[in-house]
Structures are given as C-alpha cells and as structure tokens.
C-alpha cells in the first residue's frame, strides 16, 4: 500500500453515491506535507516529459498542482469556472460536467497562458468519468499546445473515466485507483496493477 493508500484508508470516508470524502486532508482542509509527496511523486512518474506548464482546474486541483509544479519548477494555470471582470481578452472555453457537483460548468483560460509552445501536465485531484479532463484536454488542443502527461490523485476504477483517457492514448497516471468502496462497512479496496 502506497503513502496515499494508506492516508486513504485512515482518513477517508465512504458515503453513499459512491461519494469519497478525502476533505479532511486533499480538497477542503490540506496537508501540505502530504502534496508535497504528491509532487515528488508525480515529478518522478513524468521525469522524461518535457513540460513547462501544469494546468488544473478551479478549485480544489489548485492547491496540489502548485506542489507538483514546485518540483518540476514550472508555472500553474487554472481554468476559471466563472468569467470575471479581470479576465481580459481572448479565452479557451470547454463545458464540464462535475460528478461530485452534478452540475454544468464552462471553464475558461485566457489565451495568454496558452500557446503552441507549450508542455502540459494535466492534473487534478480526482477522475470518476473523466469529463473535466476532456474539457481541460480540449483547451490544450485548442490552444496547439501538446499534452505530455495527466496525473490524477485519486481515480474511480470503477467509474469509466480513466478506461475513456487511456483509451484516447493519453499517458495517464493515478497515484490511488479504488476499484470499489462499500459505504455500509466504509472499506475500499485500491487496484494494483
């Protein structure tokens, strides 16, 4: 069982839904120690990458790609859910459907942050089925930029999203898959490939 695992298993809470409550430690209140982890780890699965930009999206992938960003010394770019006055020019829109929110949302980066130059890693912090990454992988496309890799925190084996990325050749990697959860007895049991 890896650092995460572990963290996982002591603090997580299975709710029903299928709903993972990691908020005590990953996306409400965060253990920076344990992102710095998370971006030592992700350095080391993208070592042979080139890339020069990480990108993630509002607002609980924030705090994590910032970590993984210190490690590969690189700048962060967010996608916006909501346009606001102080963004200014022309900007990349995808439309994202969230599984935990259960809600529609167009996410947005200014065009300034993104061009064809630039090697992305895509990360967040969870992939159930995977409707945020398309979105933040059609921005990438959109701006011609190439990306080189999508790491992902926790992903939901048993939710299709990571089967659909994978499937799509992408080089994506979760450092936590659960294959299944039970909320009655609040066991999960994580893939090991």
Request: with cysteine; aromatic share 8%.
């Amino acid at each position: 069982m890896n650092f995460l695992e572990e963290r996982i298993t002591k603090d997580g809470i299975v709710k029903e839904g299928n709903v993972l409550k990691v908020d005590s430690f990953l996306n409400h209140q965060m253990d920076i120690q344990l992102f710095d982890e998370i971006g030592e780890e992700f350095k080391r699965r993208f070592a042979n990458e080139h890339i020069n930009k990480i990108l993630t999206i509002e607002a609980s992938g924030i705090g994590i790609a910032c970590m993984v960003a210190r490690h590969f010394d690189v700048p962060v770019v967010f996608a916006k859910k909501s346009k606001s006055i102080n963004i200014e020019g022309e900007m990349y829109v995808a439309e994202v459907e969230s599984f935990t929110h259960k809600c529609k949302n167009q996410v947005i980066v200014s065009k300034k942050f993104l061009s064809p130059d630039d090697h992305v890693l895509i990360i967040d912090d969870f992939l159930a089925n995977g409707c945020a990454l398309q979105g933040l992988i059609s921005i990438v496309n959109e701006a011609g930029a190439t990306v080189e890799g999508i790491g992902i925190v926790i992903e939901k084996g048993f939710q299709s999203g990571g089967r659909i990325i994978r499937n799509l050749g992408y080089h994506l990697e979760s450092l936590a898959i659960v294959d299944s959860m039970d909320a009655a007895t609040g066991t999960i049991t994580f893939r090991h490939e």
